[in-house]
């Protein structure tokens, strides 16, 4: 049972990436799935989330209009789609799935899955 995040890279600011998270061992049919980065030296930090149907979603204020989140239910993976991303973006990205609710999906302990990371870096 795991999650698996990729697509991170380097990046010019104004540039795009296209996170993926995916499962093996389990379906996220039943879980929501959120995105947190932690930027070194700061905390772990919400960055969006998706329900289960993949019809609910949330953002952080940082990130509205710039990054969407989607759900391939077929492909049991949950994307981050990332444009006009900023220096401040550069983190390492992880991927978590979760039953608890949407409204607390910054709540880290409430996640019972991590990703391992991938790496976002975004040169000015």
């Known amino acids: 049972v795991q999650l698996q995040a990729s697509g991170g890279g380097l990046v010019q600011a104004g540039g795009s990436l296209n996170l993926s998270c995916a499962s093996s061992?389990?379906?996220?049919?039943?879980?929501?799935v959120g995105w947190f980065r932690q930027a070194p030296g700061k905390e772990r930090e919400g960055v969006s989330c998706?329900?289960?149907?993949?019809?609910?979603?949330y953002y952080a204020d940082s990130v509205k209009g710039r990054f969407t989140i989607s759900k391939d239910a077929a492909k049991n993976t949950v994307y981050l789609q990332m444009n006009n991303l900023k220096p401040d973006d550069t983190a390492v990205y992880y991927c978590?799935?979760?039953?608890?609710?949407?409204?607390?999906?910054?709540?880290?302990?409430?996640?019972?899955?991590w990703g391992q990371g991938t790496l976002v870096t975004v040169s000015s």
């Open positions: 061992g389990f379906t996220l049919d039943y879980y929501n």
């Open positions: 998706i329900s289960s149907s993949g019809v609910s979603t």
């Open positions: 978590a799935s979760t039953n608890g609710p949407l409204s607390t999906f910054r709540d880290l302990n409430q996640y019972n899955y």
